[in-house]
């Protein structure tokens, strides 16, 4: 009787490690995708900053130009952007390895869930950089130059307050795209319902205001550039939550017919 808890507590400990040696095994094979990325990217370096640029430089008044203020900006801030874009490709592969490491423990319903759910993040999240890049940038970068005008004061941008800038609404836009993931992902889970999302609609309004406010500089029309995206994108997640719900009844149904 002695020898079973004993047991019992090796065999725990067993599957402990071997949980670590696999979770080792998966971040090796992540890490090791975000290298061959980078190390496959990082000759064109400088040309892929100057396309992170070219917003902010097609929109500059004459002689309005990007500075470097640190001895090692020029080279270190062309390197953060090709690693964020070694990451962005890279992405794909470490959600595989994630999923790969939790997917043993989750139920048949729940993998079918999730993998959707990864993907469609995935896609999402790019589609909130892209609106960053083509339609943000441009727009806000515009309108502080003809802010400045009046002012008779030359335009000029460090390169790594740019980065910053950049970073900040990438990320920014990025998430806010992932609303519909996060309005199917509460119904679909039961913590909250359909009927209880419409009721907030409100307080989601004024929500979305309070978030572009923060994030965006400070005029209307940038705020709106944000606000209005991230109002569009919960009714987005509702009519997704309502289309699941419904096709859940709808199969439901069908297998009681079956039986």
């Known amino acids: 009787m002695s020898d079973l808890p004993q047991t019992q507590t090796d065999l725990e400990n067993q599957t402990y490690l071997s949980h670590l040696v696999e979770l080792r095994r998966r971040l090796v094979r992540a890490g090791a995708a975000l290298i061959v990325a980078f190390v496959g990217l990082v000759y064109w370096a400088p040309d892929i900053f100057r396309l992170l640029a070219r917003p902010l430089m097609q929109n500059l008044p004459e002689g309005g130009k990007l500075i470097v203020t640190d001895v090692t900006g ?15 490709i890279a992405l794909p592969c470490v959600m595989y390895e994630l999923w790969a490491f939790v997917a043993p423990g989750l139920y048949r319903n729940e993998r079918k869930l999730i993998g959707p759910l990864i993907g469609s993040s995935y896609v999402l999240f790019l589609c909130g950089m892209a ?34 800038f950049v970073m900040t609404m990438f990320i920014a836009f990025g998430v806010t795209f992932e609303v519909p993931v996060v309005v199917v992902m509460l119904t679909r889970t039961g913590i909250v319902s359909i009927a209880k999302l419409r009721q907030i609609r409100p307080y989601v309004i004024v929500g979305a205001f309070v978030i572009a406010a923060a994030i965006t500089p400070p005029d209307v029309f940038s705020q709106l550039i944000l606000a209005v995206p991230l109002i569009v994108l919960y009714e987005a997640g509702l009519i997704a939550a309502r289309l699941i719900a419904g096709a859940r009844s709808g199969d439901t149904r069908a297998h009681f017919d079956v039986d």
Do not use: C, Q, W
């Open 131 to 164: 609106f960053a890049y083509f339609v943000v940038f441009p727009t806000i970068f515009r309108l502080m130059a003809h802010y400045n005008a009046p002012l008779g004061a030359e335009m000029t941008t460090d390169i790594n307050n740019y980065l910053s």
């Open 74 to 88: 020029s080279f270190f801030v062309p390197m953060k952007v090709t690693m964020l874009v070694a990451f962005v």
